[in-house]
């Protein structure tokens, strides 16, 4: 199994998404999307940058998943609805709904036209967007095939338990 990993915005992401990496090698292989505002230290990701390094990252790939943090999930589902990508199945930790507004993409059509199954995990008091929130996204514009994770009592954008992710990764991927 090949699993595309999309880590979050700030370099801190930069670890932790290997760290998910070297778990889920386990069971699977994979390659991750290093962003180039980490190497230039700007402060924020260029999707559109981005979304054409995963492309040609992807361009010899049929059968993959993905896994996204934060900003990363949003990179991927700016690509899936652009049909620039077509994984299988993707996870999405610490989905930033109220992020991706601000930013002004039309986050609601991604997921009006998400139609790969889907597992969002939201830790369930996430500052940049809570569990209840995402709850109530999800339902207002129903993704085709969604499955959702709380993190119970966890206020911060951290997802840091590796074997819990694992676990869902293996079962859902």
Not at 56 to 76: C, P
Not at 139 to 163: Q, R
Request: a negative charge; aromatic letters at 14%; hydrophobic letters at 40%.
């Amino acid at each position: 199994m090949h699993i595309i990993y999309l880590a979050g915005n700030s370099l801190n992401n930069k670890i932790w998404i290997e760290e998910v990496k070297a778990e889920f090698d386990k069971f699977s292989d994979g390659q991750i999307l290093y962003y180039d505002h980490w190497q230039t230290g700007d402060k924020w990701i260029n999707l559109q940058k981005e979304s054409e390094k995963l492309t040609e990252l992807l361009k010899d790939k049929r059968d993959y998943f993905v896994f996204a943090k934060s900003i990363g999930s949003v990179l991927a589902l700016k690509s899936i609805y652009e049909k620039i990508i077509s994984p299988k199945k993707i996870i999405i930790c610490g989905h930033p709904y109220n992020l991706a507004k601000e930013m002004n993409f039309p986050i609601n059509d991604y997921l009006k036209s998400l139609t790969i199954p889907a597992m969002f995990i939201q830790n369930e008091f996430d500052f940049l967007f809570s569990f209840a929130d995402l709850v109530k996204v999800l339902k207002e514009n129903n993704p085709a095939d969604y499955h959702l994770i709380k993190n119970t009592g966890n206020n911060t954008h951290d997802y840091d338990d590796f074997e819990q992710l694992t676990k869902h990764a293996k079962d859902f991927f």
